[in-house]
């Protein structure tokens, strides 16, 4: 049985808050090149207190390298925590991947790249957080 964990559900409830503040008709957020809302995959890493520097940026490289591999990637963005109301718990890393679609999302997960990369990652891996959405912008 799964035990409940503080700071993914204070992470939960600052999103579902933040998702809260957005009016019901609030567009959704598209893709420059075609107007289609782009469809999100958020991802937080932490890594296990004896996973190098070297690990993680090897990590981090593979992660973008996917970009390049994966063709339903639109965009990928990432960076490191700099939260300036410390609300990120263990998170260090953060990874933004961007499909056209859900479909493109759907592709990626069982896609042979993307699985050799989390077979990468589980050794040094801690704690993951995913949340997927459809972006949306105030109108």
Not at 1 to 29: R, W
Not at 33 to 53: I, W, Y
Request: a negative charge; one cysteine or more.
């Amino acid at each position: 049985m799964k035990t409940f964990h503080p700071i993914i559900a204070s992470l939960t409830y600052i999103f579902f808050v933040t998702l809260m503040a957005i009016p019901a008709n609030a567009e959704p957020q598209e893709d420059a090149q075609n107007g289609t809302p782009l469809f999100r995959h958020m991802v937080c890493f932490s890594f296990k207190e004896e996973a190098s520097d070297e690990q993680i940026a090897e990590i981090t490289a593979a992660f973008l390298d996917l970009k390049n591999k994966i063709p339903t990637i639109v965009d990928l963005e990432w960076g490191l925590a700099e939260n300036i109301e410390p609300l990120n718990g263990v998170f260090t890393h953060g990874f933004l991947v961007s499909f056209e679609d859900k479909e493109g999302l759907e592709v990626y997960l069982p896609h042979p790249d993307h699985k050799a990369f989390v077979a990468k990652l589980k050794p040094i891996l801690d704690q993951v957080f995913v949340f997927d959405f459809t972006g949306k912008r105030n109108p």
